[in-house]
């Protein structure tokens, strides 16, 4: 059988299992658990595979091969967690306790189980369902499933993600070739000094004024440091210090992100964050010190694939073509590292839509279809770089 009559009867024989991944999608949704715990979630999906004892992968994570037992294999991942909020959508599955799917991972697994169970028997290389933990949370549950060397062992020859994504439009998915994604760096800056009365300012080292300006300061970093034509960010998102209004306190915290595509200009920024909290404390008396709390690199597709998968995309119907690039992270970039990777971007969006990890975010059931045929074009793009394909 050849690969355009494989996509044929593969993508006909997707649709047929559209109705059942629906329904599992809304009692995923319904049912979430945060990363690390997501037991039942995986128990459930590797059910639905049909593999209940499947092998665990990442502490909670399982494996679930289709086809030949031996040989090649092309990795499909999905990703188990939901994030620790409290669902808004008013839909009917919505989820009732303090976690939610607010980032489509729900869709993700519920199509790539439409896409296994409907899996041809003769396919030229095995498909490995990568039902993956923790994306949301440190250490990485993509990061750890590499290291266990189990892609390896299977004979991962490339693996495939698609994503939501209500920055593009519905219809229309993204498979750009290099960075698509930012490395994201995880930090605090920590000041310390002597604290005081605010009465006598120039007794005290002023911890709060020294974070300010640092903070302040990171902003122009970006700007100054990077060719700019070239990305790269620097957020905060926690500010604590002090207690009482009359008190300079003894230590300051800020915690925030830094968000780059390429490794030299996030070592320089990295570098120059560092330089600015210890000179800028000192100015103000005060000690300045950058400590990093988790790490991931860029996001970044390789270019065979990409080009090979436009042509796909639009074989088996999977929408129109576009472009997308973002400076959010994902700890699909680990699967690089292993094989030839992709990840495709499917629109869910318009233009007033919640957005991804907002507590009204939950796409339309149509995608579970569109993301189950955007990985099946990427499986066939990686397929066709078989040898004998």
Same mark, same amino acid.
């Given at each position: 059988?050849?690969?355009?009559?494989?996509?044929?009867?593969?993508?006909?024989?997707?649709?047929r299992?559209? /109705?059942?991944?629906?329904?599992?999608?809304?009692?995923?949704h319904?049912?979430?658990?945060?990363?690390?715990?997501?037991?039942?979630?995986?128990? +459930?999906v590797?059910?639905?595979?049909?593999?209940?004892?499947?092998?665990?992968?990442?502490?909670?994570?399982?494996?679930?091969?289709?086809?030949?037992?031996?040989?090649?294999?092309?990795?499909?991942?999905?990703? *188990?967690?939901?994030?620790?909020?409290?669902?808004?959508?008013?839909?009917?599955y919505?989820?009732?306790?303090?976690?939610?799917?607010?980032?489509?991972?729900?869709?993700? *697994?519920?199509?790539?189980?439409?896409?296994?169970?409907?899996?041809?028997?003769?396919?030229?290389?095995?498909?490995?369902?990568?039902?993956?933990?923790?994306?949301?949370?440190?250490?990485?549950?993509?990061?750890?499933?590499?290291?266990?060397?189990?892609?390896?062992?299977?004979?991962?020859?490339?693996?495939?993600?698609?994503?939501?994504?209500?920055?593009?439009?519905?219809?229309?998915?993204?498979?750009?070739?290099?960075?698509?994604?930012?490395?994201?760096?995880?930090?605090?800056?920590?000041?310390?000094?002597n604290?005081?009365h605010?009465?006598? /300012?120039?007794?005290?080292?002023?911890?709060?004024?020294?974070?300010?300006?640092?903070?302040l300061?990171?902003?122009?970093?970006?700007?100054?440091?990077?060719?700019?034509?070239?990305?790269?960010?620097?957020?905060?998102?926690?500010?604590?210090?002090?207690e009482?209004?009359?008190?300079?306190?003894?230590?300051?915290?800020a915690?925030g992100? *830094?968000?780059?595509?390429?490794?030299?200009?996030?070592?320089?920024?990295?570098?120059?964050?560092?330089?600015?909290?210890?000179?800028l404390?000192?100015?103000?008396?005060?000690?300045?010190?950058?400590?990093l709390?988790?790490?991931?690199?860029?996001?970044?597709?390789?270019?065979?694939?990409?080009q090979?998968?436009? +042509?796909?995309?639009?074989?088996?119907?999977?929408?129109?073509?576009?472009?997308?690039?973002?400076?959010?992270?994902?700890?699909?970039?680990?699967?690089?590292?292993?094989?030839?990777s992709?990840?495709?971007?499917?629109?869910?969006?318009?233009?007033?839509?919640?957005?991804?990890?907002?507590?009204?975010f939950?796409?339309?059931?149509?995608?579970?279809?569109?993301?189950?045929?955007?990985?099946?074009?990427?499986?066939?793009?990686?397929?066709?770089?078989?040898?004998?394909?």
């Amino acid at each position: 059988m050849s690969l355009d009559e494989l996509a044929n009867a593969w993508s006909a024989a997707l649709a047929r299992e559209l /109705p059942a991944a629906v329904d599992l999608r809304h009692e995923l949704h319904a049912r979430p658990e945060v990363s690390g715990q997501e037991v039942w979630t995986a128990q +459930r999906v590797a059910g639905a595979l049909g593999a209940a004892d499947a092998p665990a992968v990442a502490g909670t994570g399982r494996l679930v091969r289709v086809g030949a037992p031996t040989g090649p294999a092309i990795a499909v991942r999905a990703e *188990l967690d939901a994030l620790p909020m409290r669902e808004q959508s008013g839909v009917p599955y919505a989820a009732d306790g303090d976690a939610m799917h607010a980032c489509g991972h729900d869709v993700h *697994l519920a199509a790539l189980v439409a896409l296994a169970r409907s899996a041809p028997a003769d396919l030229p290389a095995a498909l490995l369902a990568v039902v993956q933990p923790r994306e949301e949370l440190s250490p990485s549950g993509a990061e750890d499933v590499v290291a266990s060397g189990e892609l390896a062992a299977h004979g991962v020859h490339a693996v495939i993600g698609a994503h939501v994504q209500p920055r593009l439009p519905a219809g229309t998915v993204s498979g750009d070739p290099g960075a698509v994604n930012a490395s994201v760096d995880e930090f605090e800056l920590h000041v310390t000094g002597n604290g005081g009365h605010g009465a006598y /300012p120039h007794l005290a080292g002023d911890t709060i004024s020294a974070l300010s300006a640092c903070v302040l300061a990171s902003q122009s970093l970006a700007r100054t440091a990077v060719d700019p034509m070239r990305v790269a960010t620097v957020s905060f998102g926690v500010l604590r210090a002090g207690e009482a209004a009359n008190v300079i306190p003894a230590r300051a915290t800020a915690t925030g992100t *830094l968000r780059a595509f390429a490794d030299e200009d996030r070592e320089l920024m990295l570098t120059r964050l560092r330089h600015a909290a210890r000179t800028l404390a000192d100015t103000y008396g005060c000690q300045g010190e950058l400590r990093l709390l988790s790490s991931e690199p860029p996001l970044t597709n390789d270019a065979g694939l990409a080009q090979e998968v436009t +042509r796909w995309l639009h074989h088996v119907g999977a929408g129109q073509a576009a472009s997308f690039r973002s400076c959010g992270s994902d700890d699909f970039a680990y699967y690089a590292g292993a094989a030839p990777s992709l990840m495709l971007f499917v629109g869910c969006g318009d233009d007033a839509g919640p957005m991804l990890h907002q507590p009204t975010f939950v796409p339309d059931d149509a995608l579970v279809g569109q993301v189950a045929l955007a990985m099946l074009a990427g499986w066939l793009a990686a397929a066709e770089t078989l040898p004998g394909c």
